[in-house]
């Protein structure tokens, strides 16, 4: 009998992205990714962090462009959905010990989505977790990795079990200050000026968050990266959350010690506006000024 070898890796080296493709708007048989090199870019630096050698941008970019590619008939028709695109960089190869793997493995997963909570484009409903936290300072919150998730899946499932939509997770120091929601990062809206948690090593610096930060100034609104406490989202106007697959979505209501705090969604809210400019850029609905798009064709 042949003996199985598994290729077995004990720390976890992993990294993902995540990303999504477009039906190009106007020209048939033509697909639009988002800003690809920013994720590449941030892979690169996870993978500095986890003692992994990373794909060079271009590689990234032209790999993630075969899958579309390979996988076009996919891709869902236009305003349907998207085809999501997983990039992973594994440690792979045999070693038990407690050092960098002698080999890794860099792939992509796709497939066809539509809108991310089951709500879809209506407002999301958040409790503040204040035992469970995501990430702490020095850690590894910052980056993408594929332990980013498992450790938080027991307060977003009970979560779920009590009708919210998911999680806001707290600083781990003083619990006071706002992170992020288990997969996107959060703003909130208050007598016109945003504000958006500091990326310091705890908050995963989302290209969405990126993107929305320059959509607001470019509306005239002045955006602040600040520490973001909880005092400061009971008394915001509006507050929502972002990252590719949410893309903009409104939160109607956040929960802390038992208390529900509502905030406006819907018409003549920023998060609605910014929502339409986003996935018009994203889609090729509209024109795209800042060269965020790549077309494939
Ligand atoms: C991926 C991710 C985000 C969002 O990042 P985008 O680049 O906007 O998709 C936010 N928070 C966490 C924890 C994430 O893993």
């Not at 050092?99 to 484009?121: M, Q, S």
């Not at 990062?185 to 969405?208: H, M, Q, W, Y």
């Not at 520490?227 to 008394?235: A, K, M, R």
């Amino acid at each position: 009998m042949a003996a199985c070898v598994r290729t077995y890796v004990l720390d976890d080296q992993g990294l993902f992205e995540g990303l999504k493709a477009y039906r190009a708007a106007n020209q048939q048989g033509s697909y639009m990714l988002f800003r690809p090199e920013e994720n590449a870019r941030r892979m690169q630096h996870g993978a500095e962090r986890m003692c992994m050698p990373s794909p060079s941008v271009e590689q990234f970019v032209h790999a993630v462009k075969q899958t579309v590619l390979a996988n076009r008939r996919w891709v869902p028709p236009q305003g349907k959905g998207a085809l999501y695109i997983r990039p992973l960089l594994i440690g792979s190869g045999p070693i038990l010990g407690l050092a960098p793997a002698p080999e890794y493995t860099f792939l992509i997963y796709a497939a066809p989505v539509g809108t991310y909570f089951k709500e879809g484009l209506a407002p999301i409903n958040l409790v503040v977790e204040d035992s469970i936290h995501r990430a702490m300072p020095g850690g590894t919150g910052g980056v993408k990795t594929i332990t980013n998730y498992a450790p938080v899946l027991k307060a977003q499932m009970d979560a779920k079990s009590r009708g919210f939509t998911d999680v806001l997770y707290l600083d781990a120091v003083h619990k006071t200050y706002l992170e992020e929601a288990s997969s996107c990062n959060l703003f909130i809206v208050k007598d016109g000026v945003v504000a958006t948690p500091a990326t310091v090593g705890t908050i995963l610096p989302g290209i969405t968050r990126k993107s929305v930060i320059e959509l607001s100034r470019d509306r005239g609104y002045q955006v602040e990266e600040r520490l973001v406490s909880i005092d400061d989202l009971v008394g915001a106007d509006e507050v929502f959350c972002t990252g590719t697959a949410v893309v903009i979505a409104p939160v109607s209501s956040v929960t802390y010690h038992g208390q529900r705090y509502e905030f406006r969604t819907g018409h003549d809210t920023l998060s609605q506006a910014l929502h339409t400019t986003l996935t018009s850029i994203q889609m090729g609905l509209a024109e795209d000024k800042k060269g965020w798009t790549v077309a494939i064709d």
